[in-house]
């Protein structure tokens, strides 16, 4: 079976779904940061696959958001950057996807790392407006 778009986007709405609930507060976000992490970037992923598809393109098999944001169209980076910039006053966009390229394969192996990073807000409202764009 070949992978719609459509599907694509219901499965990362879902992951985007549990992102957002380990932010309900505090005590929670500190007690799950890597599903929040792992689940937002996967989510993030997604939706740039379920954007290539949308416009006839072939995703990478990848989970490298730097490569898979590069191959949207330029036409659908600015819009997504548009929205992100929009949201508040957060990391530029190209230092964020530089940041978070690889976090879905470095936070769901944390336990290997001495330490991770990541901007949390930044990452969700990356998530966001590529949900946006899709809306």
């Not at 990478?60 to 949207?72: E, M, S, V």
Request: charged share 25%; hydrophobic share 35%; with cysteine.
């Amino acid at each position: 079976m070949k992978p719609s778009s459509k599907n694509c986007k219901l499965e990362a709405d879902q992951f985007l779904y549990i992102a957002t609930r380990c932010t309900k507060d505090a005590d929670t976000f500190l007690s799950t940061p890597y599903v929040f992490v792992v689940s937002c970037s996967f989510a993030c992923e997604l939706y740039m696959k379920a954007i290539l598809m949308n416009n006839n393109v072939n995703p990478p098999k990848t989970h490298d958001l730097g490569k898979l944001f590069d191959a949207l169209s330029p036409d659908d980076r600015t819009k997504i950057e548009n929205t992100y910039n929009s949201k508040e006053e957060i990391k530029p966009i190209a230092e964020l996807i530089t940041e978070c390229k690889t976090a879905f394969e470095d936070w769901r192996y944390a336990y290997e790392k001495e330490s991770l990073q990541i901007h949390v807000d930044a990452l969700q409202a990356f998530a966001e407006s590529l949900k946006e764009l899709l809306s």
